[in-house]
């Protein structure tokens, strides 16, 4: 099949599945399109059957904002037709899905028929979606879609909560490529470069925006490291880092504390974590959670969203109530303070990954292009 994948191409999870995904599709000798502002961060290969089409907005002083979803649309119509792609799957349904639409209809003109799946990822529903700026427009193009998917049960029942939905929506669970977090192949763990071997290491990763809670990390790792040797890792960037540093000098913390921006290395990182801390708000999956139980280390989380789907309390780690500090702080001390059942929670945590193998869930997206294609055919 010839596809068009429409992302956001930064370190945010809906991009990365997007990537992994179009990545894994290749390899399973589709032909794939990404169509994006930029090159996918994850999308270190351009190969035959990978391709790259950026979409250019050419400032202009007229526009206060730059018109992205018609330059989107335009670029999608040009794509389909240079390339003959045969459908398009956008990530993210804002503004994904509204300018596929837009194409759809263009290349309708011309007698050529592209039909679209949408895949819901989490706030395009929750947080901004659902608002009433944009739930006109977010209900209609996930409507219009020939085909919807969302990454979890909690995001599919979000969504129908949320908006006045007459689809089907399909769950298909975030996946995982576990041979990159082969706990046996992987040579290249440096824990002693990071910290002494009395120390625990915990990590956190995520793009810092305020419904991360990144201030909960904060807490929850000063207080256990007043009880056991601990150092804490920050992978990513965003609006809450200076604060978030800010805070660490004030609690006396910033000698343990790591910050390492946005890195490519998450295998890496994670390979020597202990601990991995996600107590957000909102979480429609948490890819993030997922990576990490992938390379062993278990996790402390919020029970929001769809996190109870991935992370089994009192198995892989365990959920506490969004904000309850203290109760997510006593679960992280039961966990490291003693090493046998440290290494239970690390082997549980691997053995849940394995659940959202990337060649048991990749096949479910190609099964719904060739449904959506067929029945495309039949009308
Ligand atoms: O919805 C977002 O906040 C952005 C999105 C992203 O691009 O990072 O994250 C969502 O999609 C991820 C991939 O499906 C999920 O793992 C995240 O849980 C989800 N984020 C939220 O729901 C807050």
């Known amino acids: ?18 990537t992994e995904l179009g990545l894994e599709l290749s390899k399973r000798g589709h032909e794939i399109h990404f169509i994006t502002y930029n090159q996918p ?9 990978v391709h790259y089409h950026e979409v250019n907005v050419p400032e202009y002083p007229l526009f206060h904002y730059q018109p992205y979803e018609l330059a989107l649309s335009s670029k999608l119509v040009d794509m389909v037709k240079l390339h003959q792609i045969e459908i398009l799957h956008v ?15 263009m290349l309708q003109e011309e007698g050529i028929y592209v039909p679209i799946v949408t895949t819901l990822h989490g706030t395009d529903i929750t947080l901004v979606g659902s608002h009433p700026f944009y ?16 990454v979890s049960k909690s995001l599919k029942d979000d969504t129908l909560r949320l908006f006045d939905i007459k689809n089907d929506i399909h769950v298909v669970p975030n996946f995982i490529d576990l041979e990159k977090h082969d706990l046996h192949g992987f040579t290249d763990c440096q824990r002693g ?22 201030q909960d990390v904060i807490s929850v790792f000063y207080n256990i490291q007043k009880e056991i040797p601990a150092r804490l890792m920050f992978i990513g960037e965003g609006p809450e880092k200076e604060k978030v540093e800010q805070r ?29 801390l996600l107590p957000s708000q909102t ?44 109760d997510m702080t006593k679960n992280a001390l039961y966990i490291l303070s003693d ?24 096949p479910q997206y190609e099964a719904i292009y060739e449904d959506t294609l067929a029945n495309c055919l039949v009308l």
Do not use: W
């Open 91 to 105: 990530h993210y349904a804002i503004p994904h899905a509204y300018a596929a639409y837009m194409a759809k209809k």
């Open 135 to 150: 739930k006109p427009a977010v209900t209609f193009s996930i409507n219009k879609s020939d085909a919807v998917t969302a």
């Open 283 to 326: 979480e429609s999956f948490g890819l993030a959670a997922l990576e990490a139980m992938a390379s062993g280390v278990p996790v402390i989380s919020s029970n929001t969203g769809g996190i109870p789907e991935v992370n089994i309390h009192g198995e892989s780690g365990f959920l506490s109530d969004v904000g309850d500090v203290k």
């Open 339 to 362: 090493k046998d059942r440290l290494k239970t929670f690390k082997d549980n945590a691997r053995k849940q990954s394995l659940k959202f193998d990337l060649h048991a869930i990749v």
């Open 193 to 214: 470069m990071m910290a002494k071997d009395n120390e625990k290491i915990i990590t956190h990763i995520s793009n810092l925006r305020p419904v991360k809670r990144v």
């Open 1 to 18: 099949m010839k596809i068009g994948i429409v992302c956001y191409p930064t370190f945010g999870g809906s991009g990365v599945v997007a």
């Open 248 to 276: 660490c000098i004030e609690l006396g913390i910033i000698d343990k504390v790591v910050f390492f921006g946005r890195s490519n290395e998450i295998d890496k990182i994670l390979c020597f974590s202990d601990l991995f």
């Open 41 to 49: 961060v994850r999308l270190e290969l351009i190969s035959n059957n």
